[in-house]
């Protein structure tokens, strides 16, 4: 009994890596529909968001049950808390993507982006993807050190969004108010991808060493 | 023993009751801070918001204790599991008043929502405020019918972006790009907390009925 309960326990991070490169799949092509004005592909991350709630579903309903059948304790316990909680930042992961693939699909046939942004948004996104990746990766080998490294990602991301208000609250700004409301949202939504993937690193970092990811907050 | 732990489990819920009271009135604060554009008000609702997560951290640790050392099953198991989702909602909704109060601050002398946006902000701000009292009876009370109402709410707080949305992007908007974009964040703010106080309500259905919230999402 006690071996099919640590490959159930093993199957669980397994899922949790599944999950992650859906949502890194996510943020890509939600990227690449708002750069390229392509609504097909907007369409395609909208509508295969609901696979990234049943893993969530999934991945939720296995951690129950091990929670409940078999009583596991201390680092057993914690990681099925551990799990329950990374879920839920990635399906967040999941439905900002489709945030960003609905700004998109809203500017069809153009882009929500004017030409000036496109280097900062399109670094915003290739940021948000990489940390994704990075996390996949974090989970896969409890890799404590990368976990760390993300911060760095995540302080690039909040310069970018920093750049982004200077621009369009510049004097010469002459895109007018709509692209600018998407863009200040969009750099919400990037902001918030990466935050999250940041909150996951933390969560490897607990399982690993133990330590309240909350003291890392500061 | 029994006794101490069924006390333990109900201190919980009173912790959970008092950390959204503490939400609502940094939610309610904050809207003030907003709409008078008095930073003493924003400085309080941001140096407060160490309060809301110490308190995040006391529940999780109690949680966290009780799920280890007593090896609760089904509906106790269920009722720490949503306690520990609960509190990282409440502590969202505590960072997303601090936001409001930061775009407050950012104005100061002046005000952030121009004289003709008011009404719709402050109607946001008041429901946002009132689904997060309302959410602390339904816990208190574990109240599934006020549960499924909060929907209703959730729904005005939609209608009003859309509404914002129409005024900014309209022919006769002249305020210029920095409104819109503060206006816009401060919607998504207002409309996440609204978010957070529906995921809550459902935790709640779902501690009573034993329904799965997910299926609620539809």
Redesign the interface.
Known sequence: MRDVYYDQLDGIIDELVTMTHQVQSAVRRASQALLEGDAEVAEDVISRDAEI?AE??RIEERS?EL??LQ?P??GD?RML?AA??MV?DLERMGDLSVHVAKVARLRVPGTAVPEAMVPTIARMAEVAQDMVGKVADIIAERDVDAAYALEQADEEMDSLRSSS?RK??GDD?EH???P??DI??LG?YYERIADHAVSLARRVVYLVTGQ?P?ML?A
Chains 1, 2 share one sequence.
């Open positions: 709630d969530r579903e129950f929670l409940a009583q304790v201390a316990l808390v329950l909680r839920a208000f369009m609250l700004w007018g108010v709509e600018a409301v200040a949202l919400r309240n909350h907050d």
